[in-house]
């Protein structure tokens, strides 16, 4: 899924995600898909909202789109979410050595979990959290914004369930199939 390497590259001082026992005041977030226009940017959204100052969501595409779906813009603002600096953009943008280190990458659809990624320095957690494209529903308006709907609440029960996991309570081992188990829940 995310293991291709594909540039290195060293984060400098940057302290490995830290489990069991310990504590970390802030775990980044990245989630990715291919456009970037309405999953992983909801996805960021919502985390950066239901985080608590524990999480920061980031997101990224392999061939982002280069504007966020006004579906997924109102979406999120009709529900309260901040969407000031959202914007479509390459996950090569967050692969960078300025860019900000990960602690987890969670993919949220099925072409980017089978595509060829960054290399992701820190060895962040990875899982794939697969939901269907609401942007490519062609359909009246009422079923599109159903479909934006129904990825809103399922991506919001996924991240409500990361968030609340007890991070200083799990190993690696443990937190992987967290993850994974996360990724198949639905509403």
């Known amino acids: ?19 069991k026992g310990q504590t970390m005041s802030l775990y980044n977030v990245l989630f990715l898909c291919t456009g970037n226009s309405a999953r992983s940017i909801m996805a960021e959204a919502i985390l950066n909202q239901l985080g608590g ?6 997101s990224a595409g392999s061939q982002p789109a280069g504007q966020v779906n006004p579906h997924a813009l109102e979406l999120l603002e009709r529900n309260g979410y901040r ?4 914007r479509s953009k390459s996950w090569d943008e967050l692969a960078r050595p300025d860019a900000p280190p990960m602690d987890f990458v969670l993919t949220v659809c099925d072409k980017a979990a ?22 490519e529903v062609r359909a009246d308006e009422e079923t599109v914004k ?15 369930l990361l968030v609340n996991l007890p991070l200083d309570k ?7 199939s967290e993850l994974r188990n996360i990724g198949k829940t639905t509403v």
């Open 1 to 19: 899924m995310l293991r291709t390497p594909r540039r290195h590259h060293r984060q400098p001082n940057r302290q490995p995600l830290l489990l």
């Open 53 to 58: 100052g524990r999480f920061r969501g980031y």
């Open 83 to 86: 969407t000031d600096g959202l």
């Open 114 to 135: 089978g595509e060829t990624c960054p290399f992701w320095p820190g060895q962040p957690m990875s899982a794939h959290w697969g939901v269907s494209d609401p942007a």
């Open 146 to 160: 159903r479909a934006f709907a129904d990825t809103f609440m399922i991506l919001s029960r996924r991240i409500a």
């Open 170 to 176: 799990l190993d690696r081992l443990a937190l992987q």
